[in-house]
C-alpha cells in the first residue's frame, strides 16, 4: 500500500533526521527528490565503512536515501536557481534542514521561493535561537527530553531531534 502515490517531495538535505523523514515519505509512495552538490554530492555518500558490496557508497546512504530520486544541481548558478524555482512550484513538498538562514544567500529562503513559486505554500524560517545551528542535541535539551534520557541516545537524538 502507497498512501502518499502522487505526492512529490523536493529536498535539500544532509545528515541524519531529514534524510530519515524523506525516507520515510518514500516508502509510503511519495516520488523524493533529493539535491546534491555537483561533483561532491551529500557528504553521507563517504559514512563508511561499511560500503555497499563492489561499491564506495556508504551503506548508511544507501540505506536512508532508498525510493528516492538525485539530482545535482548547482544552488549557486542562476540556471540551478531557476531550475529549484520550477521544481518547487511543481512539487507538493519542499523540505530543506540546512543551517537557519543558509538559503538566504542562494535565494532560496521562504520569501524569495514563494515570489518565484506563488503556489508554494510552507513556512517560513521561524526559530527563537537564531543564529543558533539547529543540532539535534540543542533540540533534544529545548524541550527537556535529555532529562529523562539522562543521556541522549543516537536514535533518540539523531532520528527525533528535527535539526541536521
Known amino acids: 500500500m502507497q498512501p502518499l502515490k502522487g505526492l512529490t517531495v523536493v529536498t535539500l538535505e544532509h545528515a541524519i533526521a531529514a534524510p530519515f523523514a524523506t525516507r520515510q515519505l518514500a516508502d509510503l ?11 561532491a554530492g551529500d557528504d553521507t555518500r563517504a559514512f563508511a565503512p561499511p560500503y555497499m558490496p563492489n561499491t564506495k557508497e556508504s551503506a548508511y546512504f544507501v540505506g536512508v536515501n532508498r525510493n528516492k530520486k538525485s539530482m545535482a544541481i548547482d544552488l549557486k548558478s542562476e540556471a540551478g536557481r531557476d ?51 539547529g543540532l539535534d542535541e540543542q533540540h533534544v535539551a529545548d524541550e527537556g527530553a535529555a532529562r529523562w534520557v539522562h543521556r541522549a541516545a543516537v536514535e533518540m537524538v539523531d532520528l527525533h531531534g528535527g535539526g541536521g
Open 83 to 133: 531550475l529549484i524555482y520550477k521544481m518547487v512550484e511543481q512539487s507538493d513538498v519542499f523540505l530543506w534542514n540546512q543551517g537557519l538562514g543558509s538559503l538566504a544567500g542562494l535565494g532560496l529562503d521562504y520569501e524569495t521561493l514563494v515570489t518565484a513559486a506563488p503556489e508554494a505554500k510552507g513556512f517560513p524560517e521561524l526559530d527563537e535561537h537564531e543564529p543558533a545551528v
Open 29 to 39: 509512495g511519495a516520488r523524493v527528490i533529493k539535491i546534491e552538490r555537483p561533483g
